[in-house]
């Protein structure tokens, strides 16, 4: 598959990397992409362009930006560019506050979550929520003592999700598929969960 990931921090190039590791053609997009130079020496066949680019190059599309600006990034990409594709939202609500006893502070409420919003706002794109609440070391087969961790899912497409399910497989995980979009309110504040353990005892390397 073609996949293209919106996002150049540490869960774009991750899951870049683990995307072309399991066979995929991959283009990381950001609005400068000359900052994936060091990223494409070290993952051969590795491409990188503008979020447009790597939107429009994608079947599949990931989303992997701070979650304050990622209607922006969307807007970037291209509605046309996201229409009927599955898009792998990695994005967690986190305002631009420091966390309260070590519990993040979100910029959403309990009734509406991010993936809601961008759904809404992106209608035709087809928004699966994935890789939110572990850490980005984690993502792409992990290996843990009690076996394979467990990836809350949810998304108003079911076809969507089988697709999104079938990387999981690939990935190491096993997914438990939560329902609609609406579901992501409460996925998201799993990452809230997943940090207050790493803020409490400084250990990042779990998941659920
Ligand atoms: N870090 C983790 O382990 C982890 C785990 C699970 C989920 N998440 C979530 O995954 C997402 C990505 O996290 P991250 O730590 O990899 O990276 P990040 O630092 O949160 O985001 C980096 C990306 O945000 C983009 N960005 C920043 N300002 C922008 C703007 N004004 N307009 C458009 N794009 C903008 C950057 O684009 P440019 O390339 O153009 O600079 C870059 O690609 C976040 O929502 C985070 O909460 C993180």
Redesign the pocket.
């Known amino acids: 598959m073609r996949v293209g990931v919106?996002?150049?921090?540490?869960?774009?190039?991750t899951l870049g990397s683990g995307f072309l590791k399991h066979g995929h053609a991959v283009m990381i997009g950001?609005?400068?992409p000359e900052?994936l130079a060091e990223w494409m020496k070290e993952n051969s066949g590795g491409e990188s362009g503008t979020?447009a680019e790597a939107a429009a190059f994608g079947e599949l599309l990931v989303l992997?930006?701070?979650?304050t600006?990622?209607s922006?990034?969307l807007l970037?990409a291209g509605a046309d560019n996201l229409a009927g594709k599955v898009v792998i939202d990695?994005?967690?609500p986190?305002a631009d506050k420091p966390p309260v006893n070590g519990v993040l502070r979100f910029f959403t409420d309990l009734n509406e979550s991010l993936m809601e919003k961008l759904q809404k706002q992106f209608p035709e794109a087809r928004f699966v929520k994935a890789?939110?609440?572990?850490?980005?070391?984690k993502?792409v087969n992990p290996e843990f003592a009690s076996g394979k961790p467990t990836m809350f899912i949810c998304g108003h497409d079911a076809d969507a999700k089988k697709k999104v399910t079938g990387i999981l497989d690939q990935f190491g995980w096993e997914t438990a598929d939560m329902g609609a979009v609406e579901a992501a309110r409460a996925i998201e504040p799993l990452?809230m969960l997943w940090c207050i353990r790493g803020f409490a005892q400084n250990q990042w390397g779990h998941a659920f």
């Open positions: 919106l996002g150049t921090g540490v869960v774009g190039e950001s609005r400068s900052k979020f992997a930006v701070k979650g600006v990622a922006e990034a970037l990695a994005t967690n986190i890789f939110n609440s572990v850490g980005a070391p993502m990452c």
